[in-house]
């Protein structure tokens, strides 16, 4: 039977217990929670391109301005990339497509993501994964998913001055719905489509995203156009 997704409760209370992205990146790159994530994330084989490199193998925080208007979430950090890395959207195919919408749309520094020292200055804007480390298949569970929702719950905490949501693919729209829903919002009509806005109460305005993988940008599925038109459109809607 194919894998069908699924909807996560977020399994937080409402305050958190932290009052800097420092000390939660501090108990997000040391958590060990699920066994699954662990196994895979220390085990995955060194890609023939980096060899010699000192894989992060570690859960990825999530990284850029702490004071963003603008949240770009994903589903979970890349095998090669941000699992590499140890930044989110940073040295893979995904990552390289993704700058190069942010910087077009004014919001990174740079037109590519390589490394933790590569210099790339985020404005305005906010990365992070709805599941901190890379999973097997792509594949979160949802006890994996429940697990890292309190991380999420607090980079969004955090994040006061956050006006849009933009989720990349349907997994981390969902765990978006899921936050809203635990919030009070009414979720129950939205789908994900491209380029849909979902605007609920008293929450930044959510946006509908296709990833940015290569089974999607090769395929034409999701062009460079249609991904900076996006974030150019979520710019223009600001507050001044």
Same mark, same amino acid.
């Given at each position: 039977m $194919?894998w ?7 399994a937080?209370?409402r305050?958190? $217990?932290y009052?800097?992205?420092?000390? @939660?990146r501090s ?7 699920? $066994? ?7 085990t995955?084989?060194v890609r ?7 894989y992060w193998r570690r859960?990825?925080p999530g990284?850029?301005?702490a004071t ?9 950090p890349? #095998? ?5 890395t140890?930044?989110?959207?940073t040295?893979?195919e995904?990552?390289r497509?993704l700058?190069?919408? @942010?910087?077009? *749309?004014?919001l #990174?520094?740079?037109p ?6 590569d210099g ?7 990365m992070? *994964? ?5 999973p097997p ?5 949802p006890k994996?998913?429940r697990?890292? /929702?309190?991380?999420l719950? #607090?980079e @969004?905490?955090?994040l006061s ?12 729209f969902r /765990? ?5 829903a635990s919030?009070g #919002?009414?979720?129950?009509g939205?789908k ?6 979902y605007g ?6 959510v946006?509908?995203c296709?990833?940015p993988? $290569?089974r999607n940008?090769?395929?034409g ?8 038109g996006?974030?150019k459109?979520?710019?223009?809607g600001?507050?001044a």
């Open positions: $194919p069908q997704p699924f909807s996560v409760k977020v937080t209370k305050r958190l $217990p009052r800097s992205f420092r000390e @939660l108990d997000v790159v040391s958590c060990e929670k699920c $066994p699954r994530l662990v196994r895979f994330r220390t995955v084989s023939a391109a980096f060899r010699g490199q000192d859960p990825v990284f850029g301005d963003a208007r603008i949240v770009v979430v994903g589903l979970a890349a #095998a090669h990339g941000g699992n590499r140890g930044r989110i959207f040295g893979d995904s990552a497509f700058m190069r919408s @942010l910087h077009d *749309a004014g #990174a520094s740079q590519a993501s390589l490394s933790r020292d790339l200055v985020l404005t305005d804007c906010y992070t *994964a709805a599941v901190k480390c890379v298949e792509d594949r979160p569970t994996e998913f697990n890292c /929702s309190v991380y719950d #607090a @969004l905490e955090l001055r956050a006006e849009a949501i933009v989720a990349l693919g349907h997994l981390a /765990s978006i719905l899921d936050w809203a919030r #919002a009414e979720t129950s939205a994900f489509e491209h380029g849909r806005e609920f109460e008293g929450l930044p305005n946006y509908a296709y990833h993988s $290569p940008t090769y395929t599925k999701l062009t460079r156009r249609m991904m900076t996006l974030f459109r979520v710019v223009k600001r507050t």
